[in-house]
Nanobody, 126 residues
Framework: QLQLVESGGGLVQPGGSLTLSCAAS????????IGWFRQAPGKEREGVSC????????NYADSVKGRFTISRDNAKNTFFLQMNSLNPEDTGVYYC???????????????????WGQGTRVTVSS
């Protein structure tokens, strides 16, 4: 029932910044934990970040700590991933995700996220 649509991907030079957005419809995000995954060519999907329903808990993959920031705006039923100091290893398709238990697991695996967007492509290249 919950639908997620990502936007904001594109081509950026190393060291640059992008902000991804995820718009939700069909249900409110108030009680959902939300997050972001990414998949580089030939690699498994990896969890990038998540934030709990209350916003009290956030987690980041080690590779993006200090560079990426996750946030949510429940009033607008939208959440974001601010990406700074991008490098070529950040290239991939980024997916926004949500789960109805409202959690943000320390290890960001595919479970328990059961709602997925279709992805937005990010390419970091000079």
């Amino acid at each position: 029932q919950l639908q997620l649509v990502e936007s904001g991907g594109g081509l950026v030079q190393p060291g640059g910044s992008l902000t991804l957005s995820c718009a939700a419809s069909g249900s409110t995000l108030d009680y959902y934990g939300i997050g972001w995954f990414r998949q580089a060519p030939g690699k498994e999907r990896e969890g990038v970040s998540c934030i709990s329903s209350s916003g009290s808990s956030t987690n980041y993959a080690d590779s993006v700590k200090g560079r990426f920031t996750i946030s949510r705006d429940n009033a607008k039923n939208t959440f974001f991933l601010q990406m700074n100091s991008l490098n070529p290893e950040d290239t991939g398709v980024y997916y926004c995700v949500a789960e109805y238990l409202g959690v943000c697991p320390r290890r960001i695996g595919i479970q328990p996220f059961d709602s997925w967007g279709q992805g937005t492509r990010v390419t970091v290249s000079s």
